[in-house]
């Protein structure tokens, strides 16, 4: 199937940078908000993001017009159902998206695919809401999405190989390298990753170390551009808190106990760069 127009459900930070990435490699884009005032940032954001790489000669600047002038915008679902793929990446709650879903399902066109970006929601989960399932799939992108070049690609059980080629190949022509996932809390990158942030607050914790000595431990010893610390300030505590606490009672498995300390910091309010005070002060 050609696919020449991709909706998008939220134009929160995750839905804009989907939106870009989409129009810059030539595709039609519906943007659907419940929010007005989302869906202007989300065009005053790609706009300035966009003027960004042409002064960068990045692209050019016939691309940034061409971009901007395939992106709509909308208030109203109907809209979508001329749409070939919808992303859905709107805030990360199971209700509303099983809400979406089915309102999306029942205006779209039948061969459409529907994607969702959710970090933690179980795609198998989401697919069962659906009358079609096997037209399901999950497609987490990175934040910043046009920065980051990685899409996990998520197999529901429900999906079918088809759906999964045509997401992949959509993954590529946005300019993503996409890997295959099977459906599971964290899929790959943040179970690696948020566990392994976590160890290194029991680490901080123990006080074998500080949290310079700590962090520069990672970056000059295994190579990481930033310490776990300061990534996880970056992240937001509350947000590393809310990850460790779905393994922990996903895997049911105690190696995924959220570390007494990140709890503490959360409990005071020290939530990292966004509150100016996490593990570091900023
Ligand atoms: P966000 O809060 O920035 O944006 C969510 C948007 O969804 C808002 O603009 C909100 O108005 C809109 N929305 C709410 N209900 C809606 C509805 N019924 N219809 C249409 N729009 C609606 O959130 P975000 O950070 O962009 O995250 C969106 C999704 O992407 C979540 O599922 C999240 O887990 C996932 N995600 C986030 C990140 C990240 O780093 N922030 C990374 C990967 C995946």
Redesign the pocket.
Known sequence: MAIETVGI???????TGIAQICAVAGLKVIV????ED?LARAIKSITASLSKLVEKQKIEDSVKTAALASITTTTEMKALASADFIIE????NLG??Q??LKEMESIASPSCIIA??????SVTKLAATLSKPDRFIGM????PVPVMSLVEIIRAVQTSEATFAETEALARRVGKTPIGVKNAPGFVVNRILCPMINEAIFVLQEGLASREEIDAGMKLGANHPIGPLALADLIGLDTMLAVMNVFYADFKDPKYRPAPLLQEMVDAGYLGRKTGRGFYQY
């Open positions: 459900i939220g134009s929160g930070l995750m839905g659907r908000d419940i929010n989302a990446a709107a805030t990360e509303l998206k809400t979406i969702t970006n959710t970090s933690s929601v987490h992108f990175f934040n």
